[in-house]
T-cell receptor, first 110, second 115 residues
Framework: EDKVVQSPLSLVVHEGDTVTLNCSYE??????LLWYKQEKKAPTFLFML????IEKKSGRLSSILDKKELFSILNITATQTGDSAVYLC??????????FGPGTSLSVIP | EAGVAQSPRYKIIEKRQSVAFWCNPI?????LYWYQQILGQGPKLLIQ????????DSQLPKDRFSAERLKGVDSTLKIQPAKLEDSAVYLC?????????????FGPGTRLTVL
């Protein structure tokens, strides 16, 4: 069954904290794992992961995929209030279908 | 480069009325997607076009929803008649060729409220 599970569903942290967001997925027709950031409007692309164990980094954000255990994590270090958003994980199938999880709502308070 | 354009940005209608949304993808992008995002949930794919052909419409409620992309560029999504549960943000996205390594770019969305 097509399913993407994210945890936690919501999170409140203080500025400067490090957060880890989790995403697990079904294996059927898996081609890539995507992370998006959504701030009250359209999702913006963060990372695409296709290979296990290779970390992708962009500034304070990083992500890694474990294809054996079928999960991915998104790390944000030294969080800032501008990181407050919903973080969406999505699985892309070999038929180019993108299945989104429910998202993790992150709130960073000063 | 210009992004994905959508209009209107907001729409309020009463149940049983009709509504249409418009999307213009990034120039040169062959693949266009319409998603429905209900508050608190991730986007759900309604329909995917490759040029002017439908690739996937398995989750489109075809009794009330329709979409077209006649010239393989811009697209319209229509709801007729609308129900209360159609209240959501409708997101349009496009990608270059719909290949696995292509990035999807999203438009700003249309927020629909059905009263």
């Amino acid at each position: 069954e097509d399913k993407v599970v994210q945890s936690p569903l919501s999170l409140v942290v203080h500025e400067g904290d490090t957060v880890t967001l989790n995403c697990s997925y079904e294996v059927t027709n898996f081609r890539s794992l995507l992370w998006y950031k959504q701030e009250k409007k359209a999702p913006t692309f963060l990372f695409m992961l296709t290979s296990s164990g290779i970390e992708k980094k962009s500034g304070r954000l990083s992500s890694i995929l474990d294809k054996k255990e079928l999960f991915s994590i998104l790390n944000i270090t030294a969080t800032q209030t501008g990181d407050s958003a919903v973080y969406l994980c999505a699985r892309r199938t070999s038929y180019d279908k993108v299945i989104f999880g429910p998202g993790t709502s992150l709130s960073v308070i000063p | 480069e210009a992004g994905v354009a959508q209009s209107p940005r907001y729409k309020i209608i009463e149940k049983r009325q009709s509504v249409a949304f418009w999307c213009n993808p990034i120039s040169g992008h062959a693949t266009l997607y319409w998603y429905q995002q209900i508050l608190g949930q991730g986007p759900k794919l309604l329909i995917q076009f490759q040029n002017n052909g439908v690739v996937d419409d398995s989750q489109l409620p075809k009794d009330r929803f329709s979409a077209e992309r006649l010239k393989g560029v811009d697209s319209t999504l229509k709801i007729q008649p609308a129900k209360l549960e159609d209240s959501a943000v409708y997101l349009c996205a496009s990608s270059l060729m719909g290949q696995v390594l292509d990035t999807q770019y999203f438009g700003p969305g249309t927020r629909l409220t059905v009263l």
